[in-house]
């Protein structure tokens, strides 16, 4: 089967799964007012693989058939796959106008994450479905949810301690052929609008918590999954100046499993504690640089708007401004070096054969990224002025008898008349003062791990022996 086009793939999505937006069920996910937002910024990775400027970077042959599949299903069985797959990830952000379709992305790295591990267990079994599946998904150009986050109850304990079982995905049942599963896994990006989902653990475990080290992937409208979604903002917001690009972000899901039946060719892990956190560990070195790679664009646009602003203010040349701008251009310029470096050095992620970027400098981007994320909004909300938040709206300058009265009262300098100035604000509005930024400021600490987690990372793999050793030398101590 070819690419399909973003048609094709919206299609696909009237398949009778069980979506709730607002407390109702939603009978076509493409056309809910919410929801079509994620659908139409997913649209993107569907659109990359018909346009010709696009193809070379988003389209790869199927290494058996010959096929042409997208980009995304390559497999990093080489160094220069890392750098391959940033610039897949980060083209990907700018072409879709700075935000990933990420339909894609989070699950080939679990597809990845399963298939290194799989190397790792020796276990033919399970490399076998997990190939037979990527294969089936790149072949049918299928978009793929990661469900990996547990609801988890009280954080202090383990899945076997909580008082709900339902904290932590499970094992409830077994047969020869299937596995039953139930539990429900939180802040699901993209599932009420990709085709399936591929389920992993979120932590370590122990022997007496084997029902919880399950590992499957499963089409979205199987019966027993239920997905609660959250309005993040609507497609059409008519308070908001129009754009050629179209606002765009994605919808999270509460996914429930209620006693979801798993045919065995879909499990990749069916009672194996003991690797349970080596799985999680292994998504999080894919993942965590997926993340790094399409932030940059989004902050790159960012600084732009930040920049014109302060055009549009008049206030480009004052020395506070200049040194707003300085420091800016040191918070996306550092994070792209750092992307950088992590690209410079890829690994052979624990002699797999699967090559990752440098996990301990992909995770320093990270926490870097999301740690000066808010000082950063603060600084462009700091040129905006209070107009970011008091803004007449669209529908204020299409009433003929207000125009008149903004255009005489709103416009700015060099060149910026009333009506630029408001567009200008109205964008500024939506990215750093509304809802959706308190969302994506969240987002921003939060997905893709938070804080502890790069910091547990970035402790695992720093070489706090060389440092030490060479405060050693300096003594001449011989202490170890
Ligand atoms: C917008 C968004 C999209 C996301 N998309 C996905 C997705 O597609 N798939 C997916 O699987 N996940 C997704 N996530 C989940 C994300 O990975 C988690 O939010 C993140 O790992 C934090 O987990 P949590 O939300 O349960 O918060 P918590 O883990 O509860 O974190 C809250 C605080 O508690 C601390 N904490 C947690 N556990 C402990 C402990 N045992 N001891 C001490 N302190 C602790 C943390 O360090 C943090 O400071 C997404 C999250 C967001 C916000």
Same mark, same amino acid.
């Not at 980009?71 to 080489?78: A, H, M, Q, V």
């Not at 909580?162 to 339902?166: A, G, L, T």
């Not at 007496?208 to 080290?213: Q, W």
């Not at 939060?446 to 938070?450: C, I, K, Q, V």
């Given at each position: 089967m070819a690419l399909r086009t973003e048609e094709e793939y919206k299609e696909g999505l009237k398949d009778g799964r069980k979506v709730y937006m607002l407390g109702n069920s939603v009978e076509d996910v493409t056309e809910d007012p919410y929801i079509k937002v994620g659908v139409e910024t997913a649209a993107f990775d569907f659109k990359m693989g018909h346009d010709p400027e696009m193809k070379a970077l988003a389209v790869m042959k199927d290494r058996e058939t010959g096929e042409e599949i997208s980009?995304?299903? &390559?497999?990093? &069985?080489?160094?220069e796959a890392v750098k391959e797959r940033f610039n897949l990830v980060n083209t990907a952000c700018s072409y879709a106008g700075g935000a990933i379709p990420f339909v894609k992305d989070v699950g080939t790295d679990l597809l990845n994450a399963l298939l290194a591990l799989s190397g790792m267990l020796d276990d033919k079994t399970y490399r076998d479905r997990i190939i037979s599946y990527r294969d089936y998904c790149a072949r049918k150009d299928l978009s793929m949810a990661g469900a990996v986050t547990d609801t988890k109850g009280d954080r202090s304990k383990s899945p076997s301690e909580?008082?709900?079982? &339902?904290y932590y995905l499970r094992i409830v049942d077994e047969s020869d052929d299937e596995i039953v599963v139930s539990g429900t896994k939180a802040h699901i990006t993209a599932s009420a609008y990709c085709d399936e989902v591929i389920v992993i653990p979120t932590r370590n475990l122990t022997e007496?918590?084997?029902?919880?080290?399950v590992a499957f992937a499963i089409p979205?409208?199987?019966?027993?999954i239920l997905q609660v979604c959250r309005p993040n903002f609507r497609y059409e917001n008519k308070y908001l100046f129009p754009r050629p690009e179209p606002h765009k972000a994605h919808v999270e899901s509460l996914l429930v499993f209620d006693n979801v039946r798993i045919p065995k060719e879909r499990v990749f892990m069916n009672g194996e504690w003991q690797f349970a956190q080596a799985l999680a560990y292994a998504f999080t070195a894919f993942h965590r640089f997926t993340a790094v790679s399409y932030k940059i664009p989004i902050i790159e646009r960012m600084a732009g708007m930040g920049m014109l602003i302060a055009d549009a203010n008049g206030i480009e040349k004052a020395s506070h401004v200049k040194e707003i701008f300085v420091n800016m251009i040191k918070y996306v310029e550092t994070t792209k070096a750092l992307a950088q470096a992590a690209i410079a050095k890829p690994e052979n992620f624990f002699n797999t054969g699967y090559y990752v970027a440098d996990r301990l400098t992909a995770n320093i981007a990270k926490l870097y990224f999301a740690s000066n994320f808010h000082e950063y909004v603060r600084n462009i909300q700091d040129l905006c002025g209070g107009l970011l938040v008091t803004q007449p709206t669209y529908q204020d300058w299409q009433n003929p008898e207000l125009r008149p009265y903004l255009e005489k009262s709103l416009g700015g300098a060099n060149g910026y008349t009333a009506e630029e100035r408001l567009k200008l604000m109205s964008y500024a509005h939506h990215i750093i003062a509304s809802d959706f930024h308190g969302y994506h400021e969240t987002l921003t600490i939060?997905?893709?791990?938070?804080f502890a987690a790069q910091k547990m990372m970035m402790g695992l793999e720093a070489s706090i022996d060389m440092y030490k050793d060479l405060a050693r030398k300096s003594i001449g101590s011989n202490v170890k």
């Open positions: 980009s995304y299903f &390559d497999i990093p &069985d080489r160094p909580q008082e709900s079982p &339902d007496n918590e084997k029902e919880y080290a979205l409208n199987t019966p027993g939060h997905a893709e791990g938070s």
